[in-house]
């Protein structure tokens, strides 16, 4: 599920909510209600989120399970 892979990304790297939060000019409820799969995650937040991970947007959607950006 997409908001399993963008926690389990952000852990990876240790960095908090409110830092992704941050990194993506909105509030931290909002990004946490996305992780917990609460709210769908909008198009250019997913975009921005696999910016931040450099990681592909089908990994997000678990489209493929290879993270890597195809180029």
Not at 28 to 41: D, I, Q
Request: charged letters at 30%; proline letters at 3%.
């Amino acid at each position: 599920m997409i908001f399993q892979r963008i926690r389990d990304l952000r852990e990876d790297k240790d960095w908090t909510q409110q830092k992704v939060a941050d990194m993506l000019f909105i509030n931290r409820r909002t990004y946490s209600a996305y992780e917990n799969g609460v709210n769908a995650v909008p198009i250019e937040i997913l975009i921005k989120i696999s910016k931040i991970h450099n990681v592909s947007v089908d990994y997000l959607l678990e489209l493929t399970d290879n993270p890597n950006i195809n180029k």
